[in-house]
């Protein structure tokens, strides 16, 4: 019968870094425990600054104290970690000792620890895409407890699209049951027009009510907020589908949309369009606890506007010489529903190019300089770059799956999501980060998990925001695929 050697309790390879760590000096003063998250402590103190947490980790035993729950949310997610860090440990040490032993109960050894921790940033977030390709509930339980370990607290779901409208909404039962689905969806990318090749199968799904309820408190329970994504008035061929009488053409019959790129089909301007988006936001205002609701607010293509006649009558009732104020009225219109239900607004960056309320916050999705274009106006921004956080770009330039440019993990770790020069007074308007996963070139969750990880556990430090070598976190990372695994997760293998 063999002996176990002592486990290497040699400092874990935390992702984010810590801003203070430090670790104990011998195995014997590591915590042994069967119970780890039922045995730690955990309390708020207000005498803490409401950001900050710290856990303390020794022989007998382990605490958590925050200055404010949300805090609190971190450091059990920071402990999380730490946990199961352990616990991989533990199993490669156990995998690499010949025994004849018979497993006893699991057992935990954790390396005694005194850490200290604060965010920079508030928003730490990933958007992903159930409009375009469906994610079943449970796959996203999986992806919020993982994201929960790397603590980002923000998921955005891009619920509605013009490929698919994603969630019941009372009173419009054909939202889900024609709006849920479309009868085949474009291969690959845009082609000329009749070139383009299809996938002949049915797709689609939809969340009910108390789906989303049990969702959004799963995720509360974990620290993550869910911020639904309902575009209007743009992106809504899959609810005039539904709905012919709320687009610019009643009598025809729109199919949801089978291909990528932008819809021409836009809301109408009728009374029924505008009760439409308000029974939407406030239904969505009952179901989400999130303080934000975003609807998109771009890719609004005029055409529609122009070419109907009500349009044109309602345009000129409204004192409007211009198509694009339209766009205007419905962003002006979407805050005044949300701000009465205590939500505030939140719209794409190049929906500034109309009127929106001075309370929006604004997720700038181009180029990093679109924050500080933004911050300039005086609005909250979500740093959002598709260029550095887009990760439904290909990873390298031999897979065909993906948006193109390539992205590369090297790449993202280089990053720098915010402008390098901005002024104190507009960075004290930047709420955080945002990686974005759009769904049109990812069909399945098991190839969402390949192309945000490892990626997007080099986004959660740029999003915490605390200093750590680029080539350090490359060590790191490689050192997290055998955690991901632990988890779940189908993450991308490290290549040198």
Known sequence: MSTKPELNTAPLPLIPEPVSVRFGNTPAEDWVTSDPFGEVTVGVNKDVPRTDFS????????????????????????????????????????????????????????????????????????????????????????????????????????LTDDQGWRFEVSGYPRLTEVGAWRERTVEGTPQFEGEDTFAEDRHGGFYTQDELRELVQYARSRGVTLVPGVNLPGHAQAAI?????????????LLVRETWGVSDHVLGTSEASFQFVRDVLEQVAEIFDSPFVHVGGEDAPLTEWERSPEARTRREEWGYS??????????????????????????????????????????????????????????????????????????????????????????????????????????????GIEATAFGQFIPTARHLEYMLFPRLVAVAQHAWGSSIDTEELHERLRAHEALLAHLGVESRKILD
């Open 55 to 158: 856990i303390t980790i020794h022989k007998k035993g382990a605490s958590i104290t925050a200055g404010s729950e949300a805090a609190l949310a971190d450091g059990r997610n920071a402990f999380a970690q730490i946990v199961h860090l352990s616990a991989v440990r533990s199993q490669l040490a156990a995998a690499a000792t010949v025994t004849t032993e018979q497993p006893s109960d699991p057992t935990y050894r954790i390396p005694a620890l005194t850490l200290n921790d604060s965010p920079k940033h508030a928003w730490r977030g990933l958007l992903v895409d159930p409009a375009r390709h469906f994610l079943p509930v449970e796959d996203l339980k999986r992806l919020i407890t993982v994201m929960a370990v790397y603590r980002l607290n923000v998921l955005h779901l891009n």
């Open 241 to 253: 589908a539904a709905y012919p009488n709320l687009g610019n053409f009643p009598k025809r019959q």
């Open 322 to 431: 211009r198509e694009s104020e339209i766009l205007g009225r419905f962003i002006t219109f979407a805050g005044e529903v949300l701000r009465d239900k205590g939500k505030r607004l939140a719209v794409w960056d190049s929906a500034a190019l109309v009127r929106i309320p001075d309370d929006a916050i604004v997720l700038a999705g181009g180029e990093p300089k679109g924050v500080k274009a933004a911050t300039s106006r005086g609005f909250q921004t979500v740093a959002a770059p598709e260029s550095v956080l887009g990760l439904d770009r290909v990873q390298s330039r031999n897979e065909p799956a993906g948006a193109h440019p390539v992205l590369s993990l090297e790449d993202v770790l280089k990053a720098s999501p915010l402008p390098k020069k901005l002024s104190d007074e507009h960075g004290k308007l930047v709420l």
